[in-house]
């Protein structure tokens, strides 16, 4: 087939038909422009994830002109006076430069390490709401698990960041997850000598590598996943939660044009213009005050970034058990909270859609219509519960500073938190279930209360109001909670 | 061409009618055509998105000026930050209230029939027609693969040298302690209490064999294990000061003792609160440390300064598998 004639066009014209007469791209770009997105407010989850991400990538680009991947010890002198005239890693030096003397750099250093932060709140959240309303379940499993791999690599990426900064608090990162590497059993000797060319604080080479992998090799995995994430979610579309005209078979929503493009645009904007403001009127990781790492230099109430604080945790709360055999240390402590428990974590993660399939939504279906977490108890207790643990592991983490706060005995505290690992997810577990099956008899919003008023259609055609849905009113819920229809919102009062 | 291709259309089409018809388990249509479209018109929006706009791009310009002038990072995210913030209010105004407000339906693919995968499915095989060893194809395709994984690691490995590189420590009999700046540690200078870092003259600091902490305790009090009686002269000893469970500092000493909160005299790391009591030899009496810190038996030489009396008694920092349990 010969390519259509039309009449010639120059680009600022007609740029439709300019690219269109080349690369047939009018059909295309008018399915891109139908495309539909239902409304939700969670659903802006995974966008403000991807508009940090594409923070991340702007500042990054910035920071990675200025900053040195070098051990070589330097004399710094600069305005800030306790490290000037100190004898300082090129690397961390070039970071003090970025912060004291690069116009915008700190400015841009910290939207950028409050980027990396809200990306993984973005991301967490935006799973959550995965997890709750069942999103992951067929036909989305494989994007579900893009997804979970993204996170796991965006937390990897984060630890990356901060530890090329070779101040006192990431040299103490870096000597953990380097105690952590040695941990793997069998590998872990060759493997943490091979990361850090050498026992640690590691060799020339270290640094590189890891600016390699932070500037380079994970953005560029985390990027092309992201693309896939995307692409991904093009042909089943969106989920979208139970409504009128809802249905399996359809999706209903905002076109991409024009609406739909300008407000998330605007989100974009909304979430750099935050992300800016904080990085200029909120603090975040001041190098300057931990000063410079040496191995045997260590500092109390160190924290790591958010995201990392349940690994923290995980290896607070461990008893001093390893394992023993043939002469051989086979599992070195850290191997529990370090690698072992994280591993549990993302395995439950991975297994979540067969999970569902054998103990919650207990079918084989294809699901575009979300589940309300209530609609599946059993789900929404576990999920609660899987929460809870991790959450009281997190918390864990900063046991040294709740120490500190509450002056009493860190050991206490540390058997506190032990005790809580096991009863608080059984807790949490009772009582979301309890709220669940609550919420489905009164069939009432956490927030807003009863939804919808209870109607009846009089003989003479007429409507009658008879009261709220929790007097007694019909619910649209079957006994055993399986949602009878797909009605219910058509008219949506807010009540008090 | 065509013929086909209105086939193809009515085959759609009818596929699309089958399929409205039959609904999934527990749904009903509801009758509810949610479509709507709405056409704002509204003069005094596209003002003020305009107003915005300007508004945003001269902050912007404003920002840009600063940084050539070095203003404070506050002045400079602030002018940054609202300038963005002038966008995103322009353009969700825009979104919201100046261009068409539609709610669309569209109609999800339903996935790959059974009828599709099995003409692709023999579409695969059909290219595979005639051969007929192919278990040994695939197997010698697999010898194959296996040399090019080895071929693609064998490079990687000569990224670190080998582990038995973690087992080293410059300590050795008669090595003098010294302290940050080089100078000899004298015995008469510590305390009862004292707590400080050594290092072995001569050698790299930041080597995680060298670090030691020197503390001293009353003789009296030392519960030290068998064979230990001659390392802690005066009551002063040294261990290793990288952690051994994770390899960090053990940059805390709990010393004096609050009675109320804890047993004894002990080495504290910072990073996981990995508890060594220094009497017992630096046993883990809490935290996650698998194994107590290496200990160097000292002397003092006849000047009164310390030296080592011998090699650390285990190998530093975390554990990997070559840690061997006896060595502590």
């Keep these: 087939m010969g390519y259509a004639q039309?009449?010639?066009?120059?680009?600022?014209?007609?740029?439709?038909?300019?690219?269109?007469?080349?690369?047939?791209?009018?059909?295309?770009?008018r399915q891109v422009m139908r495309y539909v997105f239902p409304d939700h407010w969670s659903f802006l989850l995974g966008e403000a994830a991807l508009y940090s991400f594409v923070v991340l990538v702007a500042t990054g680009v910035f920071l990675g002109f200025f900053y040195t991947p070098s051990t070589t010890e330097v004399t710094w002198t600069g305005p800030y006076a306790p490290l000037s005239g100190e004898s300082l890693s090129q690397a961390y030096a070039s970071v003090l430069d970025l912060s004291f003397t690069v116009p915008a750099g700190l400015l841009m250093r910290q939207t950028h390490h409050w980027a990396a932060n809200l990306f993984l709140v973005a991301i967490t959240l935006h799973l959550l709401r995965i997890f709750y309303t069942a999103a992951f379940r067929k036909p989305r499993e494989l994007n579900y698990f893009v997804g979970v791999t993204l996170l796991g690599l965006a937390i990897l990426e984060g630890y990356a960041g901060y530890s090329l900064l070779d101040d006192l608090l990431s040299g103490m990162g870096l000597a953990i997850g380097y105690g952590t590497a040695l941990s793997i059993p069998g590998v872990g000797g060759a493997l943490g000598s091979l990361i850090w060319d050498g026992p640690f604080p590691g060799g020339d080479d270290f640094l590189s590598r890891l600016f390699v992998v932070h500037v380079f090799i994970l953005p560029a995995i985390i990027a092309g996943l992201i693309a896939a994430h995307l692409a991904m979610i093009v042909r089943p579309h969106h989920t979208q939660f139970r409504g009128p005209g809802r249905r399996e078979r359809n999706v209903v929503g905002s076109p991409l044009w024009p609406a739909y493009a300008l407000r998330s645009l605007g989100f974009f904007a909304a979430v750099a213009a935050i992300l800016v403001l904080l990085g200029a009127f909120v603090q975040i990781n001041p190098i300057w005050q931990w000063g410079p790492f040496d191995p045997w230099v260590g500092e109390n109430g160190a924290q790591p970034d958010w995201y990392l604080g349940w690994l923290i945790g995980a290896l607070r709360l461990m008893p001093n058990w390893e394992i023993h055999a043939f002469g051989a240390t086979v599992a070195p402590n850290p191997f529990f909270g370090g690698i072992l428990f994280p591993g549990l974590v993302f395995g439950v993660l991975y297994a979540a859609p067969w999970l569902d399939r054998r103990l919650w939504s207990r079918d084989e279906r294809v699901h575009h219509l979300l589940d309300r977490p209530r609609d599946n108890p059993r789900r929404t207790a576990f999920a609660t519960a899987f929460v809870t643990l991790v959450v009281v592991v997190l918390f864990a983490g900063s046991a040294d500073r709740l120490f500190l706060a509450?002056?009493?005995?860190?050991?206490?505290?540390?058997?506190?938190?032990?005790?809580?690992?096991?009863?608080?997810?059984?807790?949490?577990?009772?009582?979301?279930?309890?709220?669940?099956?609550?919420?489905?008899?009164?069939?009432?919003?956490?927030?807003?209360g009863v939804d919808g008023q209870v109607v009846q259609r009089a003989a003479s055609g007429g409507f009658e109001t008879l009261g709220s849905a929790r007097n007694g009113g019909p619910s649209d819920r079957q006994p055993d909670g399986t949602p009878k229809t797909s009605t219910g919102q058509a008219s949506r009062p807010k009540a008090d | 061409m065509r013929a086909r291709l209105t086939r193809l259309l009515l085959l759609f089409g009818l596929a699309r009618g089958a399929a409205r018809a039959r609904n999934e388990p527990g749904e009903h249509d509801d009758g509810i055509d949610p479509r709507r479209r709405d056409v704002p018109a509204s003069p005094g929006n596209e003002l003020l998105v305009a107003v915005l706009l300007a508004v945003g791009g001269l902050l912007l310009v404003a920002f840009g000026v600063l940084v050539a002038v070095e203003a404070s990072t506050q002045l400079l995210g602030g002018l940054l930050g609202a300038g963005l913030a002038a966008l995103a209010a322009a353009l969700i105004v825009a979104g919201k209230g100046v261009v068409v407000q539609e709610t669309s339906v569209q109609e999800r693919i339903s996935g790959d029939s059974p009828e599709a995968v099995q003409r692709t499915e023999d579409e695969l095989a059909s290219g595979i027609e005639g051969v007929s060893r192919r278990r040994l194809l695939l197997g010698a395709a697999g010898v194959t693969g296996t040399g090019a994984l080895v071929a693609a690691a064998v490079p990687f490995t000569a990224i670190g040298p080998s582990p038995e590189a973690l087992l080293g420590s410059p300590w050795r009999a008669g090595t003098a302690l010294v302290d940050e700046q080089h100078a000899a540690i004298r015995a008469d200078e510590l305390e009862v209490g004292s707590f400080l870092t050594a290092f072995p003259?001569?050698?790299?600091?930041?080597?995680?064999?060298?670090?030691?902490?020197?503390?001293?305790?009353?003789?009296?009090?030392l519960r030290l294990p068998a064979g230990r009686a001659e390392w802690a002269p005066e009551g002063i000893m040294a261990f290793s000061k990288i952690c051994t469970h994770a390899g960090?500092?053990?940059s805390l000493y709990r010393y004096p003792v609050d009675e109320r909160l804890s047993s004894g005299p002990a080495l504290v790391c910072p990073c996981h609160y990995s508890t060594f009591d220094v009497r017992r030899g630096a046993r883990v009496i809490f935290g996650p440390a698998g194994r107590p810190l290496p200990q160097l038996p000292l002397r003092i030489a006849a000047d009164n300064t310390l030296v080592a009396g011998g090699p650390l008694s285990g190998s530093v920092g975390p554990a990997w598998w070559g840690t061997r349990r006896g060595r502590t």
């Excluded at chain 1, 206490?412 to 009863?423: G, I, N």
């Design chain 1, 6 to 29: 039309g009449p010639d066009v120059s680009p600022p014209q007609d740029p439709v038909a300019f690219v269109g007469q080349r690369l047939q791209t009018a059909k295309p770009l």
């Design chain 1, 406 to 448: 509450t002056s009493s005995s860190y050991e206490l505290l540390v058997w506190v938190f032990r005790a809580l690992v096991f009863v608080a997810p059984v807790v949490a577990w009772v009582v979301a279930r309890r709220v669940c099956l609550r919420l489905r008899r009164e069939d009432a919003h956490p927030l807003r």
């Design chain 2, 201 to 221: 003259r001569g050698a790299d600091m930041r080597e995680l064999g060298s670090p030691v902490v020197v503390v001293r305790a009353d003789p009296a009090e």
């Design chain 2, 248 to 250: 960090c500092a053990v």
